[in-house]
């Protein structure tokens, strides 16, 4: 069974940019959730999102956005990016929600310049 | 002040010693997670918790809802369990800043 995927798996862009990550979760897993991961926060929760629906979301500004297609698979789009915005952007997929058996993907390592 | 608490942030210890990593929380929460990252990024679930302990292999979580703490015990420690240790809350919502561990051969 593949695992969770994540593409790119690195991204320079520059400050006002946007830019738009991707997650394919394990097939018949229906709840994908996003993370970024900082040096100096650690692990935040960004978003959930189950069978299309946002069910959850963290306290992030605006600029952090995202959606789940019919197939499960998920986008997350960062808008007028800030240089605070460079970490790890982890999604994590499961059967029915995070409070469950959850399996990370790789990340993507955005650096905003 | 963080809502989850880990302690220590960093460990440094020899190969076959007994590894104890703490999370306090001060929020609510029905059930405590604990999750191990290795250099590279790759986050890998070790424990759900709600009350009690659980053990896997060499490793074992502990919980006490009421005192609002969990301990990840690991026995006979090997270089190959040096990683990030993370505790988070309930539906992953709030996390420890995570506990770095290395161990030396």
């Known amino acids: 069974k593949a695992g969770v995927t994540q593409t790119p798996r690195y991204l320079i862009k520059t400050r006002g940019q946007q830019v738009t990550l991707s997650c394919s979760p394990i097939?018949?897993?229906?709840?994908v959730s996003w993370y970024q991961q900082t040096p100096g926060q650690g692990l935040q929760f960004l978003f959930e999102y189950f069978s299309e629906t946002q069910r959850n979301k963290g306290n992030f500004p605006g600029r952090f956005s995202g959606r789940q297609f019919s197939n499960s698979r998920s986008e997350m789009n960062v808008s007028t990016l800030e240089l605070g915005d460079s970490a790890l952007y982890l999604c994590?997929?499961?059967?029915?929600?995070?409070?469950?058996?959850?399996?990370f993907g790789p990340g993507t390592r955005l650096t905003v310049t | 002040k963080n809502e989850v608490e880990q302690s220590p942030q960093n460990l440094t210890a020899q190969e076959g010693e007994f590894i104890t990593i703490n999370c306090s929380y001060s929020?609510?929460?029905?059930?405590l997670h604990w999750l191990q990252q290795h250099p590279g990024g790759g986050i890998v679930s070790l424990f759900m918790l709600s009350s009690g302990k659980k053990k896997h292999g060499r490793l074992i979580a502990t919980i006490n809802i009421q005192e609002k703490h969990s301990s990840l015990h690991i026995t006979a420690s090997h270089p190959r369990d040096s990683a990030v240790y993370i505790c988070?809350?309930?539906?992953?919502?709030?996390f420890g800043k995570g506990t770095r561990l290395h161990i030396l051969p």
């Open positions: 994590a997929s499961s059967l029915v929600g995070p409070s469950y058996e959850q399996y």
């Open positions: 097939s018949g897993h229906r709840s």
């Open positions: 988070a809350g309930d539906d992953k919502i709030i």
């Open positions: 929020v609510g929460i029905s059930a």
